[in-house]
């Protein structure tokens, strides 16, 4: 049973920057698609940043380019999502899940954080950008 616990959230000035982890356990991440989602008071959960660990491919929601990049090690089995240029807008709880690759086979990179396809979730990681 794969298991992902996140860390890494905390408060943070406007324009700040902070490194999420997504550590898995349980299996390696090798045939999965990863993705960071995130929840703000009110609002409905939103795709941040996927990566299929198997090709490489990667996607990211309009409001993060450029300021966020999803990273993997295979060898530490953990997926990052470095964040920078925080604005407040970005506050908001952060949840890591993955799915198995086999439920993309064929779709396009745009449906690669489509949650419905996600079966572990991790706990959450809350940031907060705040001046």
Not at 8 to 19: A, D, E, I, M, Y
Not at 25 to 35: A, E, K, M, R
Not at 52 to 76: E, H, M, P, Q
Not at 111 to 117: E, F, G, I, T
């Amino acid at each position: 049973q794969l298991q992902l616990v996140e860390s890494g959230g905390g408060l943070v000035q406007p324009g700040g920057s902070l490194r999420l982890s997504c550590a898995a356990s349980g299996s390696t991440l090798d045939d999965y698609v990863i993705g960071w989602f995130r929840q703000a008071p009110g609002k409905e959960r939103e795709g941040v940043s996927c990566i299929s660990i198997s090709n490489g491919r990667t996607y990211y929601a309009d409001s993060v380019k450029g300021r966020f990049t999803i990273s993997r090690d295979n060898a530490k089995n953990t997926v990052y999502l470095q964040t920078n240029s925080l604005k407040p807008e970005d506050t908001a709880v952060y949840y890591c899940a993955a799915g198995h690759r086999i439920k993309w086979s064929g779709e396009p990179l745009l449906r690669l954080c489509v949650s419905s396809k996600y079966n572990y979730w991790g706990q959450g990681t809350q940031v907060t950008v705040s001046s």
